[in-house]
């Protein structure tokens, strides 16, 4: 595991993330490192949103782009009640994304920001990290315009990390962290 001491960098997080482990800050704000078993993850082909759903964010107007606003997606995440990012952690990520590792997708409507997701990307894997919605279905619209964007770019894995409720009902499956290794290492570049 990375060293507990010291400043989080971009190059901790890369080197983590390389071998399939992810900070997560607990409430007093210490670091932890974390590499579950079983693990939690998304099959791409089989993240296809439903007519119904399709419908529903026709009917709204919402509209998604990639990478365009970053940063406001990380804080909009880490503002909440419960947050495991920390300022530290948000640098990080940051500078991560400006080196070309991390990437979000965003949710708009009338020119607002009111959802998004973002997480790390290193060759064909992509490691949700977090996602957040001001209006009904905003983070839904953004994670199923993430899954085609992935898609279209030839991504094998999309790791979800831990499964939750809300994961689950988005179609996450867990597997063994030695079956996700195996997926990891055929996703990494040589």
């Given amino acids: 595991m990375p060293s507990e001491h010291g400043p989080l960098t971009s190059d901790t997080l890369l080197s983590a993330y390389i071998r399939g482990i992810f900070p997560m800050a607990h409430h007093d704000g210490e670091l932890y490192w974390h590499d579950p078993d079983p693990r939690a993850i998304f099959v791409l082909n089989e993240l296809i949103p439903n007519s119904r759903t399709q419908r529903f964010f026709r009917n709204k107007g919402y509209g998604t782009t990639v990478n365009t606003r970053f940063e406001q997606v990380i804080r909009a995440c880490a503002n909440r009640e419960e947050c495991w990012l920390t300022e530290e952690m948000i640098a990080a990520y940051i500078d991560l994304h400006k080196k070309g590792f991390a990437l979000s997708v965003e949710t708009w409507e009338m020119g607002e920001l009111i959802g998004g997701i973002y997480g790390v990307n290193i060759g064909n894997a992509f490691f949700g990290e977090s996602m957040f919605s001001r209006k009904p279905n905003a983070s839904k619209a953004a994670f199923y315009r993430?899954?085609?964007?992935?898609?279209?770019?030839?991504?094998?894995?999309?790791?979800?990390?831990?499964?939750?409720?809300?994961?689950?009902?988005?179609?996450?499956?867990?597997?063994?962290?030695?079956?996700?290794?195996?997926?990891?290492?055929?996703?990494?570049?040589?």
Avoid: C, K, W
């Fill in 146 to 190: 993430l899954a085609e964007f992935l898609r279209s770019e030839n991504y094998t894995l999309f790791d979800t990390q831990y499964m939750n409720d809300h994961t689950r009902m988005l179609g996450a499956i867990e597997i063994p962290r030695a079956d996700f290794r195996v997926l990891l290492s055929e996703a990494l570049p040589a």
